[in-house]
T-cell receptor, first 117, second 111 residues
């Protein structure tokens, strides 16, 4: 399955600032997914990033707050903008090795633990 | 609506067998997956069931009954390293094949 390098692994940021999270995949993938996870809770999909088109955002998430770039088939960034303490969470990127065939599952990056103070 | 239900916490003894259940309600179904997540780690894929029946992978097995909208993850010969959270997730045709995630089951293993 694919290997994803995600960075930074953690950061402590001041409110009002922005943080950009990067994910590099070792193979070309069509879709990349960005999730948010509060400690001890489930995963919430933020958006799906396709190369060459705008990301598709889930309900409750907007492009102005979480702009996403997908310049090629192996790389994506998620920016958390104008941060507030409510944005403190773990952010994860993910890819599916075999689209529309779940047999190989999703692979996740190691996550970015964000604390906003 | 779309929902998956699984127990919030299960406790078992090292060496024993434990079953984690998952019931789902989705607008479309394209398969049930299980993921393991250790504290501070990322989710890792364990198994996938698209058809009814049992899939076995080493100490872990996963079962699906589409008619009952039900599945389970069976962990045998429990080891302390199996202490983690386990998530079931359904691929939902009604959500463009996106994964719908359960809330997760925290498995506590006692020696």
């Amino acid at each position: 399955s694919a290997v994803i390098s995600q960075k930074p692994s953690r950061d402590i940021c001041q409110r009002g600032t922005s943080l950009t999270i990067q994910c590099q995949v070792d193979s070309q993938v069509t879709m990349m997914f960005w999730y948010r996870q509060q400690p001890g809770q489930s995963l919430t999909l933020i958006a799906t990033a396709n190369q060459g088109s705008e990301a598709t955002y889930e309900s409750g998430f907007v492009i102005d707050k979480f702009p996403i770039s997908r310049p090629n088939l192996t790389f994506s960034t998620l920016t958390v903008s104008n941060m507030s303490p409510e944005d403190s969470s773990i952010y994860l990127c993910s890819v599916e090795k075999s689209p529309l065939n779940g047999a190989n599952g999703y692979t996740f990056g190691s996550g970015t633990r964000l604390t906003v103070v | 609506g779309q929902s998956l239900e699984q127990p919030s916490e299960v406790t078992a003894v090292e060496g024993a067998i434990v079953q984690i259940n998952c019931t789902y309600q989705t607008s479309g179904f394209y398969g049930l997956s299980w993921y393991q997540q250790h504290d501070g780690g990322a989710p890792t894929f364990l198994s996938y069931n698209a058809l009814d029946g049992l899939e076995e992978t080493g100490r872990f097995s996963s079962f699906l009954s589409r008619s009952d909208s039900y599945g389970y993850l069976l962990l045998q010969e429990l080891q302390m390293k199996d202490s983690a959270s386990y998530f079931c997730a359904v691929r939902d045709l009604g959500s463009n094949y996106q994964l719908i995630w359960g809330a997760g089951t925290k498995l506590i293993i006692k020696p």
